[in-house]
């Protein structure tokens, strides 16, 4: 096992993973912007290192700054966490390459999964199925405008290398096609450095299901059920679930039984996810993440296992202890993101936190990184807080969650906490009938109201 880990990452995700560091006896080194110097997993850590200004690319991007910290402190390996570099294969190459070990999959798997048209090749020979649509970026308009006219409108162009909705644009008709082609590629240009976009059949109402794998690398594979992040605004998570109200025991099994086949095949090691998209009873892959995932509590709470534990112990050369028939779901969970935002317009809201009293009882789990006194940083992300409750059953589940909801104080800044109490007492979302467009659309009649 390793004696000193470097958590290449801030906030909530970097003091979660100094957690699972300690209680398996491991020493963590933090390191931190000037603007992060009094962060509570700065403040946690063994050991800090500051690695730079404020903005993230002259921090949290920077590499050499990075690998220098891992160097002086005299750290075994680098978790990468959530975000910044945690899926550059460029980064976990250079780790390796520097003698430190990457807690993550291979750089060639990264490398892999982290362009959606690589993906998409690779998932359709490993026999998962995929989203209709272009199996090569396209580069010429009148090839994308024949490609949509064959699988017929509406339909939806992405950058090959984005996430998060940036590059991504619909087109109902040839003429929006044409429109948003010149469109997307100059988003995609801007925000991953790679123009390059490809066609997809845009489905209406889908579900956004994911399932969450881990492997050891040796000949073992595992999925830990589905979660449930349909609650989007702009392709943003807001709210996850899991086990997924959607899914039946048969579809679960049949989706799972498909990944767990391919990430074999593939010999993948670490966690992961496979993202699907979900309608009339068909799964369509989207994408792979090939780190951790913020909504990694919600599985975690169902399956009893540690997934940041697994991923330190995976890198270590553990082979999984369990096999998929140890592994049961038990009960409901469900995760909020709290955002420092203003809960209708979304504009941020960074600043001093004056006031501070984090729900608690049977059942919630808070992982955040806030204390009172706490000066929220206007550089980062704005995500501050992820609130999770479990239940036995999803109704409690929903109940636990609304109690924790009102318990739950932050001041100083607005957050996401009030649109979270409005969501989860809307209809649709007490009877799980939602799905990815719902937000937008339950916004979208607000403001025809008004």
Not at 125 to 147: C, M, N, Q, R
Not at 209 to 214: G, V
Not at 229 to 236: D, E, K, P, Y
Not at 339 to 350: G, H, L, Q, R, V
Request: net charge negative.
């Amino acid at each position: 096992m390793f004696e000193k880990i470097l958590i290449a990452n801030r906030g909530e995700i970097a003091l979660r993973i100094h957690r699972a560091c300690r209680e398996l006896g491991i020493q963590t080194v933090a390191v931190h912007s000037t603007a992060d110097a009094d962060a509570m997993h700065v403040r946690l850590a063994d050991e800090s290192v500051c690695i730079g200004p404020p903005p993230a690319r002259q921090s949290y991007l920077n590499v050499a700054a990075l690998l220098t910290a891992a160097d002086i402190t005299g750290a075994d390996a680098i978790h990468p966490g959530v975000g910044f570099l945690s899926e550059s294969a460029d980064f976990a190459a250079m780790v390796q390459e520097h003698g430190f070990t990457w807690i993550g999959p291979s750089p060639e798997h990264i490398r892999i999964m982290g362009d959606k048209i690589t993906a998409k090749q690779a998932v359709m020979k490993l026999g998962i199925p995929t989203v209709p649509g272009s199996a090569e970026s396209l580069t010429d308009d009148e090839e994308a405008v024949s490609l949509a006219n064959e699988i017929g409108y509406p339909v939806l162009v992405k950058a090959t290398g984005g996430g998060g909705g940036k590059g991504m644009k619909i087109a109902r008709n040839e003429a929006e096609l044409r429109a948003a082609l010149p469109l997307a590629r100059s988003e995609a240009k801007a925000f991953f450095n790679n123009d390059a976009v490809f066609l997809e059949k845009f489905l209406e109402r889908p579900r956004h299901i994911e399932l969450q794998i881990l492997g050891d690398g040796q000949g073992h594979v595992v999925h830990l059920g589905e979660r449930d992040c349909s609650l989007q605004r702009r392709h943003q998570k807001l709210l996850e679930e899991a086990p997924s109200p959607a899914l039946n025991a048969a579809a679960r099994q049949e989706i799972g039984d498909i990944a767990v086949k391919a990430m074999l095949d593939f010999g993948y090691a670490s966690a992961g996810t496979l993202e699907f998209l979900y309608e009339d009873g068909k799964f369509y892959f989207i994408e792979m993440n090939t780190r951790l995932q913020v909504e990694h509590p919600v599985t975690e709470w169902i399956t009893g296992i540690d997934l940041v534990r697994e991923q330190i112990k995976i890198a270590a050369g553990a082979a999984l202890s369990f096999r998929q028939e140890d592994i049961r779901l038990h009960g409901h969970a469900i995760e909020v993101r709290i955002n420092a935002e203003n809960p209708d317009t979304f504009a941020p809201s960074p600043g001093l936190i004056t006031d501070y009293h984090a729900p608690g009882g049977p059942g919630v789990r808070v992982d955040s990184g806030l204390f009172s006194g706490y000066r929220v940083p206007s550089h980062y992300d704005s995500l501050v807080s992820k609130l999770i409750v479990h239940g036995a059953t999803r109704n409690e589940c929903l109940m636990r969650l609304r109690r924790a909801l009102e318990e739950y104080v932050i001041s100083g800044i607005e957050t996401t906490i009030p649109l979270h109490r409005r969501l989860i007492q809307s209809p649709d979302f007490l009877n799980g009938d939602y799905d990815i467009h719902w937000l937008e659309r339950l916004m979208e009649d607000d403001r025809t109201r008004v």
